[in-house]
């Protein structure tokens, strides 16, 4: 039984290397979001120990930790979609990315595998004076809001998670939020709270931490003491869990998800990796594809409306003006506002009314891209009321009263309407070069493109000091590189010729 057990591990090993080839011939960096040690960090490791049993790849694990695992989201999202980068996320970073980056960073992903799911449960103190979850709901109905209950970032899947339990018993609470789980572990066992949202495993080696519920159909096999939701009186309750997995970038070749998709299923089926996480109560099941990002969508829709409800994130990103910003609207009111600019141009400049309406067309130039850039900013991801969409708004919002007043003034003053104004085809040289500069944006990315565009455009308009430009395009560059890429996280595009650089 062995030999035989034996002869097609090797056979199908040998199977999978010549169907494959062509991938991988280089390592492939597992992109983790938190620091070593971290579970996901834990479980990336594993999942190299184990695949090393039936693939001949090179895995490298690179920590990325920040922003809840934006940073690590960059990282991949920046890199070509070749499989070269794999990105280890939990259900936890849904929520991070609707606070974030909204649906668009959601959609960047093709969501190729879940390898896990450990349920949620309310972890006490038996120290406390109530710890048992009836007398929990007890006190939380007796005393609304009263309650302390601990865990790790407001509007994450264990705070949510509360919220859920809450509206299922009727009940209302405080969640205290901490930098960690673990702090938040310290402060229930510093009796700072009566309970914290985690996973059973979170239990282990501490006897004055006690599993008051858990979502599960049935107890726990690790857990056997810790009732479940149902038990508890719950019809709703029985299959939260936080699940861990991978993702590539979308895009990726299916020759290549077709590799992972059959290393996985090797890896979720192979017994150390059943028994590592089994200990600690954890449900390992592999599912891939069509499944998997459906399982993400409903947790898209449970974050947004929990985040909404909690008013961690805002509605105005539901504005019906949203729908013009993006994709094939925007693409068309664009081209439409550049074609009657253009068209209306050219008229000008061959009529005899070049010199006198010059200064309109300028005008009117800036108003119609103003409009543009407005409604794009609808689809800039709204976490509170100071988000990025706030910033070019202000812009806007300055430039567009200043436009009309200055165009007022223009033609109230018919003498100067009489004198040579800004000539229209310097207008119409200057919206090519801004369709040249949003086309060159993809391959050379936002920064270069933007810091040549601005250097260019001041030059064709007669500016001749050299050191005031550079420091004027650099200035905004470094700006625009702290307060959009870093801070509020909007996704710049870097150019497919510099990704992966940072």
């Known amino acids: 039984m062995r030999k035989s057990s034996l002869k097609f591990r090797i056979l199908s090993f040998l199977l999978f290397g010549i169907v494959f080839a062509g991938f991988p011939d280089k390592p492939i960096k597992i992109v983790v979001y938190t620091g070593p040690g ?52 939990t259900k936890s ?35 406390n004076d109530i710890f048992e979850w009836n007398d929990i709901v007890k006190d939380a109905l007796q005393n609304p809001g009263e309650q302390n209950w601990v865990g790790p970032a407001a509007g994450g899947l264990d705070h949510v998670t509360a919220m859920k ?47 008051a519920a858990v979502s599960s159909d049935e107890r726990l096999e690790a857990f056997p003491n810790a009732p479940t939701f149902t038990e508890l009186g719950s019809t709703t309750l029985n299959n939260e869990y936080m699940w861990r997995g991978f993702a590539l970038k979308a895009g990726t070749p299916p020759d290549v998800i077709e590799w992972y998709t059959n290393l996985f299923q090797q890896v979720t089926a192979d017994p150390d990796w059943k028994e590592f996480w089994g200990k600690g109560g954890i449900d390992v099941e592999f599912i891939g594809g069509d499944e998997f990002t459906d399982i993400v969508k409903q947790d898209v829709e449970t974050f947004e409306y929990y985040l909404t409800k909690s008013e961690i994130i805002s509605t105005s990103s539901n504005n019906g003006l949203s729908k013009y910003g993006e994709g094939t609207p925007l693409l068309i009111l664009t081209i ?31 108003l119609l891209i103003s409009i543009v850039f407005y409604l794009q900013s609808f689809i800039f991801p709204v976490s509170s009321e ?38 229209v085809d310097i207008v119409l040289t200057f919206i090519g070069f801004l369709v040249v500069y949003l086309l060159v944006m993809n391959y050379v990315g936002y920064f270069l493109s933007t810091f040549i565009f601005m250097i260019t455009g001041m030059i064709y308009l007669g500016y001749k000091n050299i050191k005031v430009m550079l420091i004027t395009s650099g200035t905004w560059i470094v700006f625009s590189y702290i307060i959009f890429y870093k801070i509020l996280f909007v996704p710049l595009p870097l150019g497919k010729w510099f990704e992966g650089l940072f």
């Open 93 to 127: 970073n849904i929520a991070k990315f609707i606070q974030v980056g909204g649906r668009d960073y959601v959609n960047a992903l093709h969501w190729t595998a879940m390898l896990m799911a450990d349920p949620e449960c309310v972890l006490t103190n038996v120290k």
């Open 165 to 211: 339990i809450w509206d299922e018993y009727g009940m209302y609470a405080k969640w205290i939020p901490y930098k960690s789980g673990g702090k938040a572990i310290a402060a229930l066992l510093g009796e700072q709270g009566v309970a914290y949202v985690g996973n059973p495993r979170d239990a282990l080696g501490n006897p004055d931490l006690y599993i």
């Open 386 to 423: 100071v988000g990025p969409a706030v910033v070019p708004r202000l812009w806007i919002f300055t430039l567009v009263p200043l436009s009309l007043l200055l165009l007022v003034k223009t033609l109230k003053n018919k003498e100067g309407l009489e004198q040579a104004g800004p000539r």
């Open 38 to 89: 971290g579970l996901i960090d834990i479980t990336a490791r594993k999942f190299s120990s184990v695949a090393d049993k039936y693939v001949d790849a090179t895995f490298v694990v690179e920590n990325k930790p920040g922003a809840g695992g934006i940073v690590a989201l960059k990282k991949v999202l920046q890199a070509p979609e070749d499989g070269y980068n794999l990105y280890a996320c």
């Open 336 to 366: 439409g506002l550049i074609t009657v600019i253009g068209l209306a141009g050219y008229l000008i400049y061959k009529s005899s009314f070049s010199n006198t309406f010059g200064r309109i067309m300028v005008i009117s130039f800036f």
